[in-house]
């Protein structure tokens, strides 16, 4: 079963964007190995809180212009 595990900072992608990105990914496994493979992809955004990461040693919170619009994410 390919399985891909993305980890987003939270709130940053609406739940359309979430939905297309699980679409595409599917899509990218079922071109390389058949449509056998799309009822056993899975694909698991996992969205990770402000100050829950960082990087260089800066801890990172997202800026309220790159947030998602869509109230349902």
């Given at each position: 079963m390919p399985f891909?595990?993305?980890?987003?900072?939270?709130?940053?992608?609406?739940?359309?964007?979430?939905?297309e990105i699980v679409?595409?990914?599917?899509?990218?496994?079922?071109?390389?190995?058949?449509?056998?493979?799309?009822?056993?992809?899975?694909?698991?955004?996992?969205?990770?809180?402000?100050?829950?990461?960082?990087?260089?040693?800066?801890v990172f919170v997202?800026?309220?212009?790159?947030?998602?619009?869509?109230?349902?994410?």
């Amino acid at each position: 079963m390919p399985f891909v595990n993305i980890k987003i900072p939270q709130g940053a992608l609406s739940r359309a964007q979430k939905a297309e990105i699980v679409h595409s990914i599917t899509g990218l496994f079922v071109h390389y190995f058949g449509e056998a493979a799309r009822p056993h992809t899975m694909v698991l955004i996992e969205e990770v809180g402000d100050g829950g990461y960082g990087r260089a040693d800066e801890v990172f919170v997202v800026p309220d212009a790159y947030r998602a619009r869509d109230s349902l994410t």
